[in-house]
């Protein structure tokens, strides 16, 4: 009992920190102490323009939780470098601070999430708090700047190659277009067209796309994901969106349709495995499954075929998936721990 106890109480700290967190990130707090070297709270309230005593409140959670270090001689707060690439560093490769807004947003939910379990299970994805949808842009785009043309891409046979030579690109679920703009900025002879059913998310893409100078071969329609088209494509991707759409078959049914003959299917969803098993225990399967259960999951019942994939169950569901579409030289290209990439040629 006193193990679980003490491994509970770990658990209430997380979740009463990360909304510290989550106030140091929009209060601007994290940015203000970047490079700022040691810092009374007094400083920081005057450079933040924030409530004093407040700011001296908020320090002592980051202090106690060890975010920041505290000289108590000097009174001052340090928040190094390598926190700082954590939480404030928007271009660092570990700059995942955004998922605290997806976390807020599963509390935001929470009246609705009860209704869904008490009801037919639906949450429509649309619904969200607006947290949610500006947390995932934030949270995944740190993998995409740093994995997409480094690491996932590379990973599938041939795919690199193509986009240098000209492609044309469907993203299936595409969201606020980050990963397109990027594929399409990294890839300048291909074409990249980003769908998405939720028309708020395509509006901020097309608003990105105009912020990055309007790239003449990025473009963003509404569409629901057994409706992209009317193609041909040449490569056909869903990042991180598989798992959230109401019929994942009939979509990878209809990424089939509008592939040209030989052309790839890439899927990059969040890391899991077969057995419920060999997840315990880690935090990676712990934030997914809650995601999950609060987001992914009543988002997809809230839809047509209501499939219910879930964020997590392995490669082996989604591999099936594949080839039950009709794809061919099925495989999982790559697994980082964080993310698995799926590829499959038509
Ligand atoms: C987790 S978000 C990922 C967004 C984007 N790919 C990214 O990585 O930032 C999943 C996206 O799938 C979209 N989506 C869910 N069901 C869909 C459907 N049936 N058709 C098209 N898009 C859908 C949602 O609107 C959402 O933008």
């Given at each position: 009992?006193?193990?679980?106890?003490g491994?509970?109480?770990?658990?209430?700290?997380?979740?009463?920190?990360?909304?510290?967190?989550?106030?140091?990130?929009?209060?601007?707090?994290?940015?203000?102490?970047?490079?700022?070297?040691?810092?009374?709270?007094?400083?920081?309230?005057?450079?933040?323009?924030?409530?004093?005593?407040?700011?001296?409140?908020?320090?002592?959670?980051?202090?106690?939780?060890?975010?920041?270090v505290?000289?108590?001689?000097?009174?001052?707060?340090?928040l190094?470098?390598?926190?700082?690439?954590?939480?404030?560093?928007?271009?660092?490769?570990?700059?995942?601070?955004?998922?605290?807004?997806?976390?807020?947003?599963?509390?935001?939910?929470?009246?609705?999430?009860?209704?869904?379990?008490?009801?037919?299970?639906?949450?429509?994805?649309?619904?969200?708090h607006?947290?949610?949808?500006?947390?995932?842009?934030?949270f995944?785009?740190?993998?995409?700047v740093?994995?997409?043309?480094?690491?996932?891409?590379?990973?599938?046979?041939?795919?690199?190659?193509?986009?240098?030579?000209g492609?044309?690109?469907?993203?299936?679920?595409?969201?606020?277009?980050?990963?397109d703009?990027?594929?399409?900025?990294?890839?300048?002879?291909?074409?990249v067209?980003?769908?998405?059913?939720h028309?708020?998310?395509?509006?901020?893409?097309?608003?990105?796309?105009?912020?990055?100078?309007?790239?003449?071969?990025?473009?963003?329609?509404?569409?629901?994901?057994?409706?992209?088209?009317?193609?041909?494509?040449?490569?056909?991707?869903?990042?991180?969106?598989?798992?959230?759409?109401?019929?994942?078959?009939?979509?990878?049914?209809?990424?089939?349709e509008?592939?040209?003959?030989?052309?790839?299917?890439?899927?990059?969803?969040?890391?899991?495995?077969?057995?419920?098993?060999?997840?315990?225990?880690?935090?990676?399967?712990?934030?997914?499954?809650?995601?999950s259960?609060?987001?992914?999951?009543?988002?997809?019942?809230?839809?047509?075929?209501?499939?219910?994939?879930?964020?997590?169950?392995?490669?082996?569901?989604?591999?099936?998936?594949?080839?039950?579409?009709?794809?061919?030289?099925?495989?999982?290209?790559?697994?980082?721990?964080?993310?698995?990439?799926?590829?499959?040629?038509?």
């Open positions: 009992m006193e193990e679980f106890l491994r509970f109480l770990t658990d209430f700290a997380g979740a009463a920190s990360t909304s510290m967190t989550v106030l140091g990130d929009r209060l601007g707090l994290y940015q203000a102490m970047t490079g700022a070297g040691p810092l009374s709270a007094a400083d920081l309230a005057k450079t933040t323009g924030l409530h004093p005593r407040l700011v001296t409140e908020w320090l002592a959670v980051q202090t106690v939780s060890e975010y920041v505290h000289d108590s001689a000097a009174g001052t707060y340090e190094p470098d390598a926190h700082a690439a954590v939480l404030s560093m928007v271009d660092s490769p570990a700059y995942v601070i955004g998922a605290a807004d997806i976390i807020a947003g599963q509390y935001l939910a929470m009246s609705d999430l009860e209704q869904a379990f008490r009801t037919d299970g639906a949450l429509d994805y649309s619904a969200q607006p947290c949610v949808f500006s947390g995932i842009e934030r995944f785009r740190t993998a995409y740093h994995q997409i043309a480094e690491s996932w891409f590379p990973a599938v046979p041939g795919l690199v190659e193509r986009l240098e030579r492609a044309r690109v469907a993203d299936v679920g595409c969201g606020h277009g980050v990963a703009l990027l594929v399409g900025t990294t890839w300048p002879a291909s074409t067209t980003g769908f998405d059913a028309e708020p998310s395509v509006a901020q893409a097309r608003a990105k796309a105009i912020e990055a100078g309007s790239p003449g071969n990025v473009s963003f329609r509404v569409a629901d994901a057994d409706g992209i088209g009317p193609g041909p494509y040449d490569v056909v991707v869903f990042f991180d969106s598989l798992h959230d759409l109401g019929d994942p078959p009939a979509a990878l049914r209809r990424a089939h509008v592939l040209a003959e030989g052309g790839l299917l890439v899927a990059v969803e969040p890391w899991s495995t077969d057995r419920l098993e060999d997840s315990v225990g880690s935090p990676v399967a712990r934030i997914d499954f809650a995601a259960t609060a987001l992914c999951t009543p988002g997809s019942l809230a839809q047509p075929g209501r499939y219910g994939l879930g964020t997590q169950g392995g490669p082996a569901k989604r591999l099936a998936l594949l080839t039950e579409a009709g794809f061919r030289e099925v495989e999982l290209a790559a697994d980082t721990g964080f993310n698995l990439v799926f590829a499959a040629t038509k």
